[in-house]
């Protein structure tokens, strides 16, 4: 059980909040990004709906090589550990993206940035799971998901709005 979290209900306390805002906040920038992933691909690497396919192939395959890795070695770090990997990895996959915008690096800086998303989710999440009583589960799996993909969603698409 996480510092600060001794009650009998350890998800309504101040740690287990900040926890789950720490958590939406990083997957808020990541999400952000994957909205503006069509007008990056179409107007930075000036691609066709293929390159834009090719990157969201690159998405999909970090997911999963982050999957894996986080089955094999997520034991191994502590959470805030796995909250600097994914801090360093995205802001430096961001930074790439902008900074050499170029396809093959872009496909690369895409599927880091999954990877280190995807190793900083499932422990994260975990530690939701075992955190929140089955009971009340449920209602705060689908507050958590609002948080990432209800607020990240729009603020992409304003980001894609200012482009145009």
Excluded at 13 to 36: G, H, P, Q, R, Y
Excluded at 95 to 108: D, K, N, R, S, Y
Aim: overall charge positive; charged content about 10%; glycine content about 10%.
């Amino acid at each position: 059980m996480p510092v600060g979290c001794q009650s009998e209900q350890p998800y309504r306390s101040k740690n287990f909040v900040a926890l789950i805002i720490f958590i939406a906040a990083a997957n808020l920038v990541a999400n952000a990004f994957t909205i503006l992933t069509v007008p990056y691909s179409a107007q930075v690497l000036h691609g066709t709906a293929r390159i834009y396919g090719l990157l969201q192939m690159a998405d999909l395959a970090g997911g999963l090589i982050g999957a894996y890795l986080a089955g094999k070695y997520s034991n191994r770090l502590k959470l805030w550990q796995w909250a600097v990997v994914a801090l360093v990895g995205t802001g430096g996959s961001l930074i790439g993206l902008g900074v050499i915008p170029t396809f093959p690096t872009a496909v690369l800086f895409l599927i880091v940035l999954h990877v280190v998303m995807t190793l900083f989710n499932i422990p994260f999440m975990t530690s939701v799971e075992l955190l929140v009583p089955e009971s009340v589960r449920g209602r705060v799996m689908t507050t958590f998901v609002f948080l990432i993909s209800g607020i990240s969603s729009p603020i992409g698409r304003f980001g894609r709005m200012a482009d145009d």
